[in-house]
């Protein structure tokens, strides 16, 4: 399962459409919901050989970026900010996205740095790619 659930997928799918239309290429670092529950930190590539047309003819790849053997458990929200964070939004920005209040966005954020041990969202960033 690449998406927690279909509504997350919906809110995502259009990422990189622009990209791909422009230079026919795309890469970003997502966490990808695993079959078995938890969730991987992978790199997922597009390459479309239609650009005027990205999604009818289009390569995609997803490879781990680490074997590290913790797993990762976010729950879907977490996930939802998450994603958006790797994406450079600001809390304000994935708050419109999510339709939720700033405030809330900042308190997953704070849930996530706080049990991810680390000061910052850009050390929360770079401590999910270690764990992989």
């Given at each position: 399962?690449?998406?927690?659930?279909?509504?997350?997928?919906?809110?995502?799918?259009?990422?990189g459409?622009?990209?791909?239309?422009?230079?026919?290429?795309?890469?970003?670092?997502?966490?990808?919901?695993?079959?078995?529950?938890?969730?991987?930190?992978?790199?997922?590539?597009?390459?479309?050989?239609?650009?005027?047309?990205?999604?009818?003819?289009?390569?995609?790849?997803?490879?781990?970026?680490?074997?590290?053997?913790?797993?990762?458990?976010?729950?879907?929200?977490?996930?939802?900010?998450?994603?958006?964070?790797n994406?450079?939004?600001?809390s304000?920005?994935?708050?419109?996205?999510?339709?939720?209040?700033p405030?809330?966005?900042?308190?997953?954020?704070?849930?996530l740095?706080?049990?991810?041990?680390?000061?910052?969202?850009?050390?929360?960033?770079?401590?999910?790619?270690?764990?992989?």
């Amino acid at each position: 399962m690449f998406y927690g659930s279909n509504e997350e997928f919906e809110k995502i799918q259009h990422v990189g459409i622009n990209a791909l239309k422009t230079k026919g290429n795309y890469s970003d670092e997502r966490l990808l919901h695993h079959r078995e529950g938890h969730s991987i930190w992978c790199r997922f590539r597009a390459h479309s050989l239609t650009p005027d047309r990205p999604l009818d003819r289009i390569i995609l790849s997803y490879a781990q970026i680490s074997n590290n053997t913790q797993t990762i458990t976010l729950s879907k929200r977490e996930r939802q900010v998450f994603g958006l964070m790797n994406q450079g939004m600001s809390s304000k920005e994935i708050a419109r996205e999510l339709e939720l209040s700033p405030r809330t966005i900042d308190d997953v954020r704070s849930r996530l740095i706080k049990r991810f041990k680390v000061k910052r969202c850009s050390d929360l960033l770079g401590r999910m790619t270690e764990l992989g």
